[in-house]
Structure formats: C-alpha cells, structure tokens
C-alpha cells in the first residue's frame, strides 16, 4: 500500500473510535442537562453563595484571630435598640 492510504481494518477502527467518542461526549451532555443534575448544581451554587456571604458577615463581627470585634457588635445593638425605641414612640404616637 502506498504512503498515506488506509487499510479497511485501519477505517473501521477510526470509525469506530470515533463512534466511541461520540457516544462518550452524548452522555455527558445528557448528564450536564438533566433536571437532576441541574437542580444539583442549583444547591450547590446556593449553598456556597450563602456560605460566603455568611462568613463574610462574620468577618465584620470577628478579628482574623477570633476575638469579637465589641465596637462593631456596639453599634449594631444601639442601632437595634434605636430603632425599638423609634418605632415604641411612633406607635405611642399613632395611638393617640
């Protein structure tokens, strides 16, 4: 055979190869677009999103080593307890 032309067994083989990837690549997007696999991923994403913005919540509460961070948690409670004493007034208020 000259150089550059292909047996039959040699064309049967790609083909076959080829067929192998084509069925490997089919199952992979049905895997990727399945409700179930989408939904999963949903969750996941979810999950990691809350987890990030719970720790970062976290880290304007928190020193890097620990400790609370008592000027931050201050002034978050006298704004809770500001806005209590705002609302208890303005209902005192509308009562009248």
């Given at each position: 055979?000259?150089?550059g ?5 040699q ?7 080829a ?7 089919v199952e992979?997007?049905i895997?990727?677009v399945?409700?179930?696999a ?6 996941q994403?979810a999950?990691t ?5 719970i ?11 620990g400790t609370?961070?008592?000027t931050?948690i201050?002034?978050?409670?006298v ?7 705002f ?5 005192s208020?509308?009562?009248?």
């Open positions: 055979m000259a150089d032309t292909r047996s039959k067994e064309i049967q083989a790609e083909v076959a190869a067929r192998a990837r084509l069925a490997s690549n992979g997007l895997l990727q399945h409700p179930k989408i939904a999963a991923r949903s969750i994403d999950k999103f809350v987890a990030g913005e720790g970062a919540a976290k880290a304007q509460f928190v020193e890097p080593d609370p961070r008592v931050k201050a002034a978050v409670a704004a809770v307890v500001g806005s209590i004493a609302l208890a007034v303005v209902r208020l509308t009562r009248r």
